[in-house]
């Protein structure tokens, strides 16, 4: 279990959400910009026989916007569940909210929000929206504490963040595939993280869906000033939004503005013939929706 908890739970629980906040004066503050929130120090991951990610060294400060890409396979989502404290580095460290911990029950992993990679959630179990919502309450509640009104509030609350309190009655499985994924970004929400990470919110989604939920995302980056990884094929949907492109291809290969790393020399290095660089735009013509 980590030392420095439970401290940095409170204030920053507060800080990212003022309307449920009982100190109107905590919301001015402004989180420590250029702190980094999560660090790897030539931190090599893999399973048996496999190595997904090897000798990454990134620090990501608190309050960035970071865009994640590489082709199928390249350890993106090995990046998550790490993070997530999933995997323990077999070489290097990881340092995620100042701490090492490596254990999954360590209480800074409450204070992220995960949304899975499109297949790893039901999106036909037999719930509400609120209710599926709810269940991002229960990894700060613990196991044996009962949800209160206070969680409903908040959990209400993550719903209005992301346009969907309306439908917090409605089952979740008869929400259009845009609507469920705000649901899933409001119960990472409902955790009230100061990290989120996303693995690729937008895969499967029309075009108009996808728009709205990077939008979303965007957002809620500007009003909560959370910490967000955003995994994306999408590279120009978010090259105008993000702060800072990460380019993996089992190694760290570029991290930078997306001015930087969009470069047709570094993508064609990691891509090969799967990236088609028209005028203003990068088209990646490998077929993604079968992973
Ligand atoms: N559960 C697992 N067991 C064994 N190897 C895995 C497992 N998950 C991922 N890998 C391997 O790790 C590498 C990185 O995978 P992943 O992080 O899922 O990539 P991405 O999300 O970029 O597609 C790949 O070679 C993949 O085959
Ligand atoms: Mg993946």
Redesign the pocket.
Known sequence: MCSNWPEPWNRHNRRFHPNIDDNPAASVNTPRMNHPIIRFDHATFG?PG?I?LEDITLSIPESEFVGVI?P???????LCRAVLGLMAPLRGTLRVLDCACEELRCHHRALIGYLPQKGMLDRNFPVTVLEAVMMGRYGALGLFRRPSGKDRDIARQALTQVGMDHHRDSALGALSGGQQQRVFIARALAQQPRILLLDEPTTGLDLTAQHSVVELIQQLHQQLKLTILMITHDINMIRSRVDRLVLLKTKLFAAGPPQEVLQPDILSQVYGKELVITDKDFVIVEDYHH?
Do not use: E
């Open positions: 399973f496999t997904a590489g199928n396979g390249s350890g993106k989502t090995t992973h």
